[in-house]
């Protein structure tokens, strides 16, 4: 288990899902730990493609980090597909509403996973990982402070953090 994956662990058994604890990881992880390469494994399509379902997956309103929501926690399902030739589908399943299914393409630069949905054309969106394998699962651990998320479901989207951990 890595010094990252550690800590994220500890912090989320200490309720990483309310109040100020998501920033403190964003922040502890990008700006504490210094450059975030010590942690990534550079990776390729190959060993990216596949089916990933997530574990844990966390968006935090950036300008109120007491304000969160977690499809996982609230009984549903995410799930991410990447194909080897630069597809990608994102799925989430919330309970009592539709799934939210998008399609793009990505590619993997340096530290980062570059995802653009076919619904925003010319908009990006990074993705930091962290990939680890081991004899059972691999795990995608992401984390980003490029997302926009409707919180109160009043069709206002608005800056959000996320976490996320997928197994395959």
């Known amino acids: 288990m890595s010094a990252f994956e550690s800590r994220l662990r500890t912090l989320r058994h ?31 399509p190959a060993e990216i493609s596949g089916e990933w379902h997530a574990t844990d997956l966390v968006l935090t309103k ?19 597909r990447f ?4 597809e990608y589908q994102q799925i989430i399943q919330t309970p009592g509403q539709d799934d939210d299914v998008e399609v793009g393409e990505y590619e993997i630069v340096d530290d980062f996973i570059l995802v653009e949905l076919d619904s925003a054309p010319g908009d990006t969106t990074h ?14 651990t992401l984390l980003s ?18 976490f996320a951990i997928f197994i395959r």
């Not at 309310?18 to 730990?33: E, I, K, Y």
């Not at 194909?83 to 630069?86: A, K, L, R």
């Not at 993705?127 to 995608?140: D, I, M, N, R, V």
């Not at 402070?145 to 996320?162: E, H, K, N, S």
Request: glycine share 12%; proline share 5%; with cysteine.
């Open 83 to 86: 194909s080897i030739d630069g």
């Open 14 to 44: 200490r309720r990483l899902f309310g109040g100020l604890s998501l920033s403190a990881v964003v922040l502890a992880t990008l700006v504490g730990c210094g450059d975030i390469s010590e942690f990534v494994k550079p990776i390729t």
């Open 127 to 140: 993705f930091s990982y962290e990939f680890q394998t081991s004899k059972t699962a691999f795990t995608l």
């Open 145 to 162: 402070d490029d997302l926009d998320y409707d919180f109160d479901g009043g069709g206002t989207q608005v800056p959000a953090l996320l």
């Open 62 to 80: 950036a300008s109120d980090p007491t304000i969160s929501f977690d499809p996982i926690e609230a009984g549903g399902a995410a799930f991410l």
